[in-house]
């Protein structure tokens, strides 16, 4: 990461996100929070293995999320989930589609 700007290069960017092996483009990049807990405000939101990828599972209007990161655009949430194939990971949820409780 260069100091001057705080940005990461492609390189390393590609390597946080997960390059171009079907999980990632390396076109993102998340940014730390504190734990936020947000709550579920569309009738179901998709939870995405990366932002507009493949999705994981979905969650119910209503439903409580505890979230950690956020990408550097502000759009996605990141958490961590029981990945539906077995252990667990990140997702990611659209933002516009909660509200901080």
């Not at 946080?16 to 504190?34: H, K, R, Y």
């Not at 969650?59 to 950690?68: P, Q, T």
């Not at 990141?78 to 252990?87: H, M, S, T, V």
Request: charged share 25%.
């Amino acid at each position: 990461m260069s100091e001057e700007n705080k940005k990461l290069n492609d390189e390393e960017l590609k390597q946080i996100a997960g390059g171009n092996d079907g999980m990632g483009d390396g076109t993102f990049s998340v940014v730390d929070i504190p734990d936020t807990w947000v709550r579920v405000t569309a009738s179901e939101l998709n939870c995405r293995y990366w932002p507009n990828g493949n999705i994981a599972k979905t969650y119910e209007y209503g439903h409580r999320l505890k979230v950690d990161g956020i990408t550097t655009d502000g759009l996605w949430y990141r958490l961590w989930i029981y990945n539906p194939q077995g252990g667990e990971c990140n997702g990611y949820i659209y933002k516009a589609y909660t509200k901080p409780i």
